[in-house]
Each structure stands twice: as structure tokens, then as C-alpha cells.
């Protein structure tokens, strides 16, 4: 047995500019990640911008735990991250 917990906080200024503040807990035993806060505590920030409706650039700095992640209807198991990572993406 064991518990996780996740959190986010979003501040929206219009439709551009999003910033959230993200925090990950889990007392699993068999995440293969440390926590960049604590041995179980991940946390991260995430500022994304939307200068039109066809472009988001997203910046992210901080560290999530390893696991099943979905997004859009698919899930997938994923490995741990701590670091920076920025992306731009764009619809043509």
C-alpha cells in the first residue's frame, strides 16, 4: 500500500499567459525518482504564453516522479525528470 498525492495552482492573466505552480508526493516504494524538494516531494513551475491562437511556447523548471502519465485519452508509463526543459509548438 502506499499513497501519492498531486497539486497544481494556475493563474491564467487573459487567454496568454498561464503560470502554475505544480507539487508531486508519494510514499511508493517503487518510483525510481528522488523528489528535487525532499526524498518524496517534487515540485516545478511551468509559464506558458500563446502569442495567437495557432502557437504556445511553454517553459518548465523543476521535477516530477516517474510513473503513468495521460494526456489527451493515452496513458504511458514515464521515467522521472528534474531539470529545464522549454517547447514551441505551432498549428499549420
Known sequence: DYTEMANAI???????????LYQDWTDNPLVQS??????????ALEVQHKPSTNMTVKAFYGAY?????CSG????????F???RMSLN???
Request: glycine share 20%; proline share 2%; net charge positive.
Open 34 to 43: 528522488e523528489g528535487n524538494v525532499a526524498d518524496n516531494l517534487y515540485g
Open 10 to 20: 494556475i493563474w491564467h492573466q487573459g487567454k496568454q499567459w498561464m503560470i502554475q
Open 65 to 69: 516522479k516517474a510513473g503513468i502519465r
Open 82 to 84: 528534474e531539470g529545464a
Open 73 to 80: 485519452g493515452q496513458c504511458r508509463s514515464l521515467p522521472g
Open 90 to 92: 505551432g498549428v499549420f
